[in-house]
């Protein structure tokens, strides 16, 4: 009988001090271009390149907004951009006690669905101009119906070569209005492509490798809407791949204008923008591709989940039941969010409320993700965000003095535009942010002083203009119901933010 051949010795781990010596080998052959990033980011090394452009976009054919006067005085808006700007200007030579300030964004920015004269630019104008009267402040209002973040961030190229002294930022509401591709980009799909998309040396030796191409789509000139076709509604559809691409060039765009601020080292306040989620259901519900049985018993939950005379406890039920067999639901999100929200049960309702609104197959509000991105690239570059969404935020669904993380629906005159008291507390958030910026002290006396302004200042709107903001709110709440087609067949005076 044989004997058994011993087994071979087994293989000595590395010691502490082999591991060492590997990682002290590592870091050594990593610190050059760890220095090299580093140098390139204390010095700001920005190539233009990497800021003007847009990945998906060649907007070389852009117009500018501002355009000299015939006295050469002063830079105003032409009538030719009426159609989704307001009239604002400002003078062409800056004098020395002057601050001027651009605010930049869509509709919210510009006051709608009344005008600029309610709009928050105009209280911080009162404010700042009652807190530090030792200075001239020109608060320009860039709000641009409808525009969404790459629009903007021409706007910002532009405006950035005015002598800003603070650029406000309030954007995010806008990013899934236009038709665009995103089929010839690859995004950073896990963190270290993220890493190295944000990296100034990847960037640089990217840019020195890769022969330059251009597959970038044409930026129309006349902003066009998909709600603004007859078929806008239709033109909506379940489709996660599209929206990550939304977000991605999202993220891309707001990156780029934070970094044209921070190369023309001019301050950016970058505004959370807020939005309603209580009286504003998901404008467009489309089921999932269910199979016949799934969807006959969906219907059946959906039927209890629907009536209003069954025990709130049962419906609430039948919606989880719904949400079982379909959980991207944004009808059935909304219908069990405000059954709780109604009972008092805040953690369940924000669950199911903005989860509606992130759902929403026709996304006319911010959703989680563009949110999340503009706070984490805000804290990422030290930015401090103006969080809009919490400032809504005061009572819970008794009215009672208590925020339950979920904004207050009468701060809202429509899915995502504030009422004029609503636009007077951000005035009060973007000028404490500018006035601290500056080193302006806030007093009592300067204060009382403000609400004094804006009560002379409200009291000199005639009823005319009132007026027009119920019937431009009128037409809005057509439009974003997916009726802008029959009420307007060439897209005119059809709006988002």
């Excluded at 090299?36 to 907007?59: G, K, M, N």
């Excluded at 700007?85 to 004098?95: E, N, T, Y």
């Excluded at 025990?311 to 991207?328: H, N, S, W």
Aim: charged letters at 25%.
């Amino acid at each position: 009988m044989s004997r058994r051949s011993p087994d071979p010795p087994l293989p000595k781990l590395p010691t502490r001090r082999v591991w060492l010596f590997r990682l002290v080998c590592l870091a050594i052959a990593l610190l050059p271009f760890i220095a090299a990033e580093l140098y390139l980011r204390v010095t700001h090394r920005v190539d233009p390149q990497d800021l003007a452009s847009d990945p998906i976009f060649d907007s070389s054919g852009q117009s500018p907004l501002f355009v000299l006067s015939s006295d050469s005085k002063r830079r105003e808006i032409p009538p030719s951009r009426l159609n989704f700007f307001r009239p604002a200007s400002f003078a062409a030579d800056k004098r020395e006690n002057t601050r001027r300030i651009f605010v930049l964004g869509g509709s919210t920015v510009q006051g709608r669905p009344y005008e600029t004269e309610t709009a928050f630019a105009k209280w911080m104008q009162l404010r700042l101009d009652a807190q530090d009267p030792s200075h001239d402040y020109e608060v320009v209002n860039c709000g641009g119906v409808s525009y969404a973040s790459y629009r903007i961030a021409i706007l910002l190229e532009e405006v950035l070569r005015y002598q800003p002294d603070v650029i406000v930022l309030y954007t995010g509401h806008n990013e899934y209005l236009e038709e665009r591709s995103y089929s010839t980009i690859e995004w950073e799909s896990n963190p270290l492509q993220r890493l190295a998309q944000g990296s100034y040396l990847v960037r640089s030796i990217r840019r020195r490798l890769r022969p330059p191409t251009d597959h970038r789509q044409d930026l129309p000139a006349e902003l066009k809407t998909r709600l603004d076709f007859v078929d806008g509604m239709a033109r909506y559809v379940r489709d996660e791949q599209w929206r990550r691409g939304v977000v991605n060039h999202f993220r891309v765009t707001l990156e780029r204008m934070i970094g044209m601020c921070d190369a023309a080292d001019v301050p950016l306040l970058v505004c959370v923008p807020t939005s309603d989620v209580v009286n504003t259901p998901p404008l467009k519900v489309q089921m999932a591709d269910l199979d016949q049985a799934a969807l006959d018993d969906f219907h059946r939950h959906q039927a209890i989940a629907e009536d209003s005379s069954l025990a709130v406890d049962q419906r609430l039920a039948a919606c989880k039941a719904c949400l079982e067999i379909d959980p991207e639901h944004a009808g059935i999100h909304y219908l069990a969010g405000v059954l709780h929200w109604k009972h008092g049960r805040a953690k369940q309702a924000r669950e199911h409320l903005y989860a509606a609104r992130d759902h929403d197959v026709c996304p006319l509000r911010a959703t989680t993700p563009v949110l999340q991105t503009i706070v984490q690239l805000a804290e990422g570059h030290r930015l401090r965000p103006i969080r809009c969404d919490q400032l809504f935020d005061r009572t819970d669904s008794q009215w009672r003095p208590i925020p339950d993380g979920i904004e207050d629906p009468q701060r809202f005159v429509d899915h995502v535009h504030p009422t004029i008291a609503g636009h007077q507390e951000i005035a009060l958030a973007v000028s404490d942010a500018v006035m601290q910026w500056f080193q302006i002290p806030v007093t009592a006396s300067a204060d009382a002083s403000y609400r004094e302004r804006a009560t002379q200042h409200l009291a000199s709107l005639d009823e005319t203009y009132f007026a027009r903001g119920k019937q431009r709110l009128e037409g809005l709440q057509n439009w974003a119901a997916g009726r802008a087609g029959k009420l307007s067949a060439d897209g005119k005076n059809v709006e988002a933010d």
